[in-house]
């Protein structure tokens, strides 16, 4: 057990919280402690009573049956490893930046949801991630079923498929956006940057030129970048 405390507590924060509450809820759910119907996202419920909390429980929550729990785990495991890689590399030192990237994907899925009368966004809101990802390693060479290697580039559609065969319909997000989002500053005074250097979204990481850092005033713009189903 100690181990397993170890490991977890080695998980950088915003993916260890996103990563616990994605357990947390479905095990609610699969408790009965809540029945799962007021878990998943219901447009008119919405619209007409005010169920503000399920567009959220809906990017948390997964029915597990034993149909459904092998592709639980799996897409958990996505969440674990390239959450972590995002928020270790491209965003490291950066949780504002990172905190909001994720919100901006979840209202972005949410509307989607709303619109294509959705019930379940956990799957999108971690392939959002996974995409982006891919988006900073295009060329990196990645391993994936009986030992399948292609560049990260073609990653997000080669999950895809797989969320499709494995676990039914998916529907693709489109996330592209022109660079007119910038972190709201309240953020950076709850989770300030920790190292210097800003990188856009969407593109690789670089260091600035110390005079436009300073000019800047530590702000991130971001959402300039690349469209899912995009060539």
Partial sequence: MSDIGDWFRSIPFITRSWFAASIAVPLVGKLGLVDFS?????????YNRFHLWRPLTATLYFPITPNTGFLYLVNLYFLYHYSTRLETGAFDGRPADYIFMLFFNWICIVITGMLMNMRLLMIPLIMSVLYIWAQFNKDTIVSFWFGTRFKAHYLPWVILVFNFIIGGSYYPMDLGGRAFLSTPQFLYRYFPNRRGGVSGFGVPPSR???????????RHNWGQGFRLGGE
Avoid: D, F, T
């Fill in 208 to 218: 600035r030129p110390a005079a436009q850092e300073q000019a800047g005033g530590g």
């Fill in 38 to 46: 007021h878990l998943i996202l219901v447009p008119e419920l919405v």
